[in-house]
């Protein structure tokens, strides 16, 4: 049994929400010593499946056992007491606090009846810094005052105090420094040392050549290879990622790119988010950023619009310089920003579709101090129904309707603002295949009346069917351009990653 | 063992001491300042806004406001000396039921801001009218003197001989001292700095926030009750409008508590520093004769502390999410240019 | 994503949050005006009962008069709340503050002492305003220390005294006859029926009225309050929109405590004392939501008649002035109760 022993044996495991079946029968092992990396594009169904393992959803089908026991993970504390450690990107970590007490929150240890016993609290809290390297570390200072690496070493530590066999992590690295990367690393290889299985999720694919034994892919909520890493490649796992290539959902676009230019970044600059980024966009064609999570794509988009400062470099808008203090200088000179987030950063969820969909252009139909939605109501709804949001009610909540005709508000909103060049952050995150069809139709028709859009997204098939042009973007560096016909979740995904023909760093 | 760094971080972890030592230095140039008697008559008149500081405290540290402090503690007042001179209780029992009084009025103010999910702020404005009109109720005729000399004697004697403080005030500082030592050495005084400080985190590790949030403000309003029925005995009145003249006993413990460094989002603080805030400004009333210049004073200090934590927190906002491989390139082209 | 085109067949319509209770949305929408007719109702049998006539002038009158102090400052007040920043705590010293200055410059005469007085709320309001709007300080903490510091200014600046504005008011006709002309403001009679209170109060609810629901910052401010975020991106300067806010709140203010001082005839730094509960009350009780960007002027202003008409009924009852302490804390608590709870029953957090 020694060697050949299974950490974690998935068998079937499927996970229904309404509409979608996120993990499809998954079969998932992993042994004791081994860090299994989980890979697969957003939405591919790894978040799930991992979530499935955490116990955040009693109504999984299939059966899980750990270390050969049957186990029934319907909660957290079942998988927990199952011997499961999940380590979030979130940190859960409170900022205030002195790091021994975050580790021991719950069971500090006491001396009597009533006090608790700091000296043990703090030797025990030194001990477990000690697993992960973390040994000098004073452990009564505030989490508030250890660097980012530091604090999720910390986290981890706090997980192994729950002595699990079989620690998750997603996406460890996605704020650390790359001598931090290592540290990490070490650390993990060290946890593999002690027989503990580790699966590791990442989208790097340097990482998991690096630290991984073993991979597995998922797409659409299937598990789609699994291999040694010593036995694969990249290639070979960015095939299995994004399957056979797809085109008949996103049908060929006219081309209607002009040589016009819009919009010319020089030297774009905001120091530790994204540095010298250079880039065109020419009338009529719509221009993807590729990058990972956390490459600084929407970090440029926000310098561009005003909302965040930069300090190098110039930004050009029809050949004349702009600077905007703010986004409603952006706006009307005619630069718009879909944000990635509808319901944080993008619409007013209490508020009625029209006060929502007008919200950009309350300046441009003001006349003097006075201003009523009222006089606007037939752009709304035309608007609306451009979008085809349904109910096409515009007085109705924004927060009665579905996630996707909530998007489709959201890009109602920036027709609405008839801007010439509009940069959309993940538009369409969470929808539906029919509003993504809509919201697609509606960009490529905004693009064709001769304005130009940028787009940012993870979802890689959205990319290959819809940009004319990508740059790609990597820890803040513009590394590469891929022209149209070179565009390919392979292409996109081996340069987002620094590989490929088309990256020239 | 550590190493004491003199930077900002340090003065203003430690800003309560500082203020304590600079007010003390003034002392030292204010004629008859450092006698027994003044410091006697300094410490033992603010004793009560000391009571109600370190009540303000523990609900700030937990993530709340307890504005009911002020009124919970005339009550307490009224309730003791009303209690010993109409029913002729004597007066153990007398500041018992006042201190019972404290106990319903801080599960009330928790069960509002828990279970009805009223934030504090509002939860506990509605109860101080309340509390007020229910004075009213109790004393209508504005004030209810029971004089009782020999506990009155008691509070204003000194309790140990060569220490320039009244019994009163050494009693307070015992009170603080077992909420300090509760804070920082039980599990559930921890777990109050837990639930400040990401409430979250707190639930995942099984810590039963709600009632942990109900405790601080039950221990808020026994404090102030019994601070207020001592004071009661201890001045040998207790006036309906107390505090409503001058600088009010709720902004009093309000600015002790922020200048003492607690967290006004919660999550970090200290009954201490408050406490040592609170003998601060008691020494800075001590100085400034005149009630006008108290106000200003206390005030300009209050409104600087609040100004720097939110220019503080607003330049932490503008680095957020920085990467750090990037500002390792930026440092290194910087060092070329 | 070309099997999800097969499994997935997204509903067309989505009926969630659809099915909400009729009642509690009517009372979401129309709550304060139900309140106050059955305040109505219940006053005029309290009043019978008590041998008067609830609709009588005089009664009516003393409503007015008594809720006109009130009603201006919850007006300004509506904009604090309603742009998602909760209560303004320097609603007292801005009153007590633009009645010191005005009283204190009555021998500029009464308009430039009028216009000092309330330039004064509008600085307040811009300190207000930059620290919150722009810094993002916590709203109550500052805006409260910021009432203790004005409260610190006034009585060092003054010496705590009171101020009389005919004692302040040199010895020349003009003067005292300014001084004269400030203290009638409260006194005077349109037509020897309405007072000028009444009268100024509801042309600020107006101008209020007009400001909400009429301009474009009353639009922006909507939704500033309401997420504060989204405003951002959607290119609304949210910094100066809450700073107005603030300017508005605080200038109304300074109008109240104005006609406060002329009411009582001496400026203090205790003016105002209350203003910051009972104005708060008043806004809450017209369906203001405390978290921002929902209710109306309109509302408010049934709010501060409602509060009025409590009032009334209260002393029809024979309740004392303090013990209505407890009624009215118990009647706030009440009403915050309702706003959350309904809301969240609405399927807002």
Redesign the interface.
């Known amino acids: 049994m020694a060697e050949t022993a299974l950490a974690l044996d998935m068998r079937q495991v499927s996970k229904q929400f309404p509409g979608t079946l996120a993990v499809d029968r998954v079969d998932f092992q992993v042994k004791k010593g081994e860090i299994h990396a989980l890979m697969g594009e957003n939405g591919a169904g790894k978040s799930t499946l991992m979530k499935v393992l955490a116990g955040l959803f009693n109504d999984y089908t299939g059966e899980i056992y750990i270390n050969g026991e049957k186990k029934e993970l319907r909660s957290p504390i079942m998988a927990k007491e199952a011997g499961i450690g999940m380590v979030y990107q979130e940190l859960s970590l409170a900022r205030k606090i002195s790091i021994y007490e975050n580790l021991l929150v719950g069971r500090l240890p006491k001396k009597n009846a009533l006090f608790i016993d700091r000296k043990k609290a703090i030797q025990m809290a030194k001990d477990s810094l000690e697993r992960v390297g973390l040994g000098n570390l004073d452990p009564t200072i505030s989490v508030s005052e250890i660097s980012q690496c530091d604090a999720q070493l910390v986290e981890i530590a706090k997980v192994l105090d729950s002595h699990p066999s079989i620690l998750v992590m997603d996406e460890p690295t996605s704020s650390l420094s790359s001598e931090e990367v290592e540290r990490m690393f070490s650390i993990i290889r060290k946890l593999r040392e002690e027989g503990m299985a580790i699966v590791y999720i990442s989208h790097h694919m340097q990482e998991i050549f690096e630290i991984a034994d073993r991979v597995t892919v998922m797409r659409d909520g299937r598990r789609v290879g699994n291999a040694l890493v010593s036995e694969t490649n990249e290639e070979e796992l960015v095939q299995q990622m994004v399957g056979e290539p797809v085109k008949k959902f996103y049908g060929e676009s006219a081309n209607t790119v002009t040589s016009e230019v819009v919009l010319k970044l020089e030297d774009f600059t905001r120091w530790g988010f994204f540095h010298h980024v250079n880039f065109e966009l020419h009338k009529g064609e719509i221009l993807a950023i590729e990058g990972l999570a956390g490459s600084g794509r929407t970090e440029i988009a926000r310098a561009l619009i005003g909302v965040d400062e930069h300090h190098l470099g110039k930004a050009y808008f029809h050949g004349k310089e702009v600077n905007f203090k703010n986004f409603g200088e952006a706006i009307s000179t005619g630069i718009g920003y879909v944000t990635e987030d509808r319901k944080i950063l993008g619409l007013a969820l209490s508020q009625p579709v029209s006060d929502n969909v007008l919200s950009c252009v309350i300046d441009r139909y003001s006349k003097g101090m006075f201003y009523s939605n009222a006089w606007n109501n037939a752009l709304v709804d035309e608007k609306i129904n451009e979008m085809s949001v349904y109910p096409a009610d515009r007085t109705r909540l924004v927060n009665s309707f579905s996630g996707g005709n909530q998007q489709k508000v959201l890009m109602a909103k920036w027709m609405a603002a008839d801007v010439d060049v509009l940069i959309l952050d993940e538009p369409t995150r969470g929808v539906d295949i029919n509003a993504k069809q809509i919201i697609h139709n509606a960009i490529r028709q905004y693009v064709a009346q001769g304005h130009a859009a940028i787009i940012i997204s993870s979802d890689l098939p959205e990319i290959v069917g819809l940009a004319d042009r990508a740059v790609v973007l990597r820890e803040g560096h513009i590394i590469g351009e891929i022209p149209k016909e070179g565009i390919t979740e392979n292409s996109l995904l081996m340069a987002a990653n620094g590989k490929g023909e088309y990256v020239n760093v | 063992m ?1 190493k004491m760094k003199i930077n900002g971080a340090f003065l203003n972890a430690n800003r309560a001491w500082i203020f304590l030592i600079v007010v003390m230095i003034i002392g030292v140039f204010t004629p008859k300042f450092y006698t027994a008697y003044n410091i006697k008559a300094i410490t033992g008149n603010n004793t009560l806004f000391i009571w109600l500081a370190c009540g303000f405290t523990i609900c700030m540290i937990a993530g709340n ?1 307890d504005l009911t402090v002020q009124y919970c503690s005339t009550f307490a007042a009224l309730i003791c000396l009303g209690t010993h001179s109409r029913q002729k209780w004597p007066w153990l029992i007398c500041i018992l039921v006042a201190v019972l009084m404290g106990v319903i009025v801080g599960m009330i103010n928790g069960l ?1 801001v828990t279970k ?4 504090a ?3 506990t ?13 109790y004393a ?1 005729d504005e004030q209810s003197i029971g004089r009782d000399m020999a506990a009155n004697e008691f509070l204003n004697d000194k309790l140990i001989k060569f220490l320039p403080f009244s019994a009163y005030f050494l009693i307070c500082l015992i009170a603080v001292l077992i909420v300090w ?1 509760f804070l920082r ?3 559930t005084g ?2 109050v ?2 639930i ?3 409430i ?3 639930w ?4 039963k926030s709600s009632r942990i949030t109900i405790l601080t403000f039950v221990i808020s309003s026994v404090l102030c009750a019994l601070g207020g029925a001592l004071n009661g005995i201890f001045s040998g009145a207790a006036n309906i409008s107390m505090g ?1 003249k001058g ?1 009010s006993p709720l ?1 009093i413990g ?2 002790a508590t ?1 200048i003492g460094g607690t ?3 919660g ?2 603080g200290s009954v201490l520093n408050t406490f040592i805030t609170m003998i601060a400004l008691a020494f800075l009333k001590g100085i400034f004769k ?4 108290q ?6 200090i ?2 600087l502390c ?2 720097y934590e ?2 503080a ?2 330049r932490r ?3 957020l ?10 440092l290194r082209e910087k060092g070329k240019a | 994503m070309s099997d999800q085109n097969k499994t997935v067949l997204s509903p067309k319509t989505d009926t969630r949050k659809t099915e909400v209770n009729k009642g509690i949305l009517l009372f979401n929408r129309m709550g304060i005006w139900v309140i106050t007719i059955a305040l109505l109702i219940l006053g005029t049998i309290i009043a019978a009962a008590n041998g008067g006539h609830f609709f009588d002038k005089s009664n009516i009158q003393s409503i007015l008069e008594a809720v006109a102090l009130y009603g201006m400052v919850a007006a300004g007040l509506f904009y604090v709340t309603y742009s998602g920043n909760w209560t303004d705590m320097s609603i007292p010293l801005t009153m007590a503050m633009a009645g010191m200055l005005t009283v204190q410059s009555i021998n500029l005469g009464f308009p430039v002492a009028l216009l000092i007085g309330i330039a004064t709320g509008l600085a307040i309001g811009m300190i207000n305003g930059f620290m919150i709007g722009h810094l993002r300080a916590n709203p109550i903490i500052w805006s409260w220390g910021f009432n203790l510091l004005l409260s610190g200014i006034i009585r060092v600046g003054w010496g705590g005294k009171q101020l009389y504005a005919d004692t302040v008011a040199k010895q020349t006709d003009f003067a005292q006859h300014s001084a004269q002309t400030f203290y009638s403001i409260s006194r005077t009679y349109i037509g020897g029926i309405i007072s000028l209170m009444a009268i100024v109060m509801l042309c600020m609810f107006v101008l209020s009225y007009i400001i909400h629901a009429k301009t474009s910052f009353g639009q922006k401010l909507k939704l500033v309050g309401s997420n504060y975020e989204a405003a951002r991106f959607s290119g609304i300067n949210c910094q100066k929109i809450v700073m107005m806010g603030y300017m508005i709140s605080s200038t109304f203010a300074a109008v109240g405590g104005i006609f406060y001082t002329a009411l009582r005839k001496t400026a203090s730094y205790e003016n105002g004392t209350g203003y910051d509960f009972t104005c708060l009350t008043c806004v809450l009780l017209g369906g203001t939501l405390l978290s921002g960007g929902k209710g109306s002027v309109l509302g408010t202003f049934g709010g501060v008649l409602a509060y009025g008409i409590l009032n009334n009924i209260l002393s029809w009852i024979g309740i004392g002035t303090y013990t209505k302490y407890a009624v009215q804390g118990m009647v706030f608590l009440l009403i915050v109760f309702i706003n959350t709870y309904t809301e969240r029953k609405l399927g807002r957090s």
Do not use: C, H
Not at chain 2, 290 to 293: A, D, L, P, S
């Open positions: 550590k406001m509002l009805l999910k009223i934030s702020f509002i939860a404005l509605g109860m101080q009218f309340i509390l007020r009109g229910l004075m009213y109720l209508p030592i050495w039980t599990r921890r777990n700095y837990m400040g400080g990401n979250e985190t707190a995942l590790a099984g810590v409503e600088i902004m309000m600015t922020i967290d006004t989002s999550g970090s005149k009630t006008e210049m106000v200003l004073v206390i005030s300009i209050m409104i609040i100004a939110t220019i927190a607003f906002s503008k680095i999410g920085i990467r750090p491989n990037l500002r390792n390139e930026y």
